[in-house]
T-cell receptor, first 115, second 116 residues
């Protein structure tokens, strides 16, 4: 089974631009979660999508948004980039079944640098 | 709300020595607990998890962690470390209940530096 894939792996943008990151989950998984990792704030939960619906949301401004497609692939978008958005963005997929434990499998991440 | 505190940001240790990475959590509801490992330029890999049952959980590469409900701790231990264990380790928690398992709360991470 192929693992979680994220594209692109590296990205350089300038302040004010917007960016879209993509995540393809493990086949059969319906849940995709996104996390931001920075040296200062550590790993922070952004949001989770399950069956094309946002199921959980972290404490990030509205510039951060996401969506999920019918094939469970997910994208996250950051608009009006700020220097502080420079981070490793990780996505994780799981079966997402309610009422039970679902192991999350992480992708390698997209490293975003904002200049 | 849940929170996780990893008490040491860096832990230097010599090869073949024992190590303990400390993790405390705070939650008003029942939780699942995890340790993840991250090697440079890679994503996170699940090392071990506590869901229920035996409070001592083990990984295939010699790590173990013990869930202590009264002390709200989930410390990670290994009796003898190898150079290849050098990595960053994250303790994480999620709560029981439908729809919550897609949201992990992480500690700040502990860098384990194994020296020859």
């Amino acid at each position: 089974k192929a693992g979680v894939t994220q594209t692109p792996r590296y990205l350089i943008k300038t302040r004010g631009q917007q960016v879209t990151l993509s995540c393809s989950p493990i086949s059969g998984h319906r849940s995709v979660s996104w996390y931001q990792q920075t040296p200062g704030q550590g790993l922070q939960f952004l949001f989770e999508y399950f069956s094309e619906t946002q199921r959980n949301k972290g404490n990030f401004p509205g510039r951060f948004s996401g969506r999920q497609f019918s094939n469970s692939r997910s994208e996250m978008n950051v608009s009006t980039l700020e220097l502080g958005d420079s981070a490793l963005y990780l996505c994780a997929s799981s079966a997402g079944l309610a009422g039970s434990y679902n192991e999350q499998f992480f992708g390698p991440g997209t490293r975003l640098t904002v200049l | 709300a849940q929170s996780v505190t990893q008490l040491d940001s860096q832990v230097p240790v010599f090869e073949e020595a024992p190590v303990e990475l400390r993790c405390n959590y705070s939650s008003s509801v029942s939780v699942y607990l995890f340790w993840y490992v991250q090697y440079p330029n890679q994503g996170l890999q699940l090392l071990l998890k506590y869901l229920s049952g035996s409070t001592l959980v083990e990984s295939i590469n010699g790590f173990e962690a013990e869930f202590n409900k009264s002390q709200t701790s989930f410390h990670l231990r290994k009796p003898s470390v190898h150079i290849s264990d050098t990595a960053e380790y994250f303790c994480a928690v999620t709560t029981h209940g439908s729809g919550n398992t897609g949201k992990l709360i992480f500690g700040q991470g502990t860098t384990l530096q194994v020296k020859p």
